[in-house]
């Protein structure tokens, strides 16, 4: 029996779409400046969602924390148009936000936009738009 079509945003998707929409492997991010994978949490991770979204996952421990500090690039490919910024969450010596900003490429920088605390930790996990 054929899949029927499920009903999405005004168009008619069938088994072949999702086909298209199927996400790629996760691809291990190498951290710059001194920072690391945080033992025992989500290490720092990329993938494509399909031909236009790519989602980013990991938590890190901090290396260099002042602002504009480079943390990773994204791969050739990965990176958007124009900045795109996401909140992560900074925890275990201050809890609270410090935004990333995901920078066009090449390389596609990602980059802390404010200071963070000296020995913490950061939590992240969003999906951006190559063509935003």
């Given at each position: 029996?054929p899949?029927?079509?499920?009903?999405?945003?005004?168009?008619?998707?069938?088994a072949?779409?999702?086909?298209?929409?199927?996400?790629?492997?996760?691809?291990?991010?190498?951290?710059?400046?001194?920072?690391?994978?945080?033992?025992?949490?989500?290490?720092?991770?990329?993938?494509?969602?399909?031909?236009?979204?790519?989602?980013v996952?990991?938590?890190?421990?901090?290396?260099?924390?002042?602002?504009?500090?480079?943390?990773?690039?994204?791969?050739?490919?990965?990176a958007?148009?124009?900045d795109?910024?996401?909140?992560?969450?900074e925890?275990?010596?201050?809890?609270?936000?410090?935004?990333?900003?995901?920078?066009?490429?090449?390389?596609?920088?990602?980059?802390?936009?404010?200071?963070?605390?000296?020995?913490?930790?950061?939590?992240?996990?969003?999906?951006?738009?190559?063509?935003?």
């Amino acid at each position: 029996m054929p899949t029927p079509p499920v009903w999405y945003a005004g168009q008619d998707w069938t088994a072949a779409d999702a086909e298209e929409i199927t996400p790629g492997a996760w691809q291990a991010l190498s951290l710059l400046n001194g920072w690391t994978n945080r033992t025992g949490q989500v290490a720092a991770q990329i993938r494509m969602v399909n031909s236009v979204a790519v989602e980013v996952v990991g938590t890190i421990t901090a290396g260099t924390v002042t602002a504009g500090t480079v943390l990773f690039d994204v791969p050739t490919g990965f990176a958007p148009q124009n900045d795109q910024i996401f909140p992560a969450v900074e925890w275990q010596t201050a809890n609270g936000q410090a935004p990333l900003v995901v920078q066009p490429g090449p390389p596609g920088n990602v980059i802390i936009l404010n200071a963070v605390t000296a020995g913490c930790s950061l939590s992240f996990g969003f999906t951006y738009w190559l063509d935003c």
